[in-house]
């Protein structure tokens, strides 16, 4: 029901877009957020914007590089990744939820789209 797209492999310094699309149903009552899972290590947040408030929240590793925003007319949220770093490689996912940091607090989840940043 959630569709993540636009990973790929970048070398460090670079920058990816992000975006995650509904499909089959809308979640405008809902908060939308950023997971990732690096290669041997728990799924962590990364960012979360509520479409109601227009709030966000940053994981303090991406503060300042990443950039959570959305599209409400496209119900399409997007993580724009600039200055990534090699500990930015991981599967990002996208969740729908309340818009919390914590995985349980999310009812919905995209497939995940790879990132891998070289050095």
């Known amino acids: 029901q959630l569709q993540a797209s636009g990973g790929g492999l970048v070398q460090a310094g670079g920058s990816l877009r992000l975006s995650c699309a509904p499909s089959?149903?809308?979640?405008?009552?809902?908060?939308m957020g950023w997971f990732r899972q690096a290669p041997g290590k728990s799924r962590e947040f990364v960012a979360s914007i509520s479409w109601s408030a227009g709030s966000t929240y940053y994981e303090d590793s991406v503060k300042g590089r990443f950039t959570i925003s959305g599209d409400n007319t496209k119900n399409t949220v997007y993580l724009q990744m600039n200055s990534l770093k090699p500990e930015d490689t991981a599967i990002y996912y996208c969740a729908a939820g309340v818009g919390s940091k914590f995985e349980y607090e999310y009812d919905y989840w995209g497939q995940g789209t790879r990132v891998t940043v070289s050095s």
């Open positions: 089959g149903r809308t979640f405008s009552t809902y908060a």
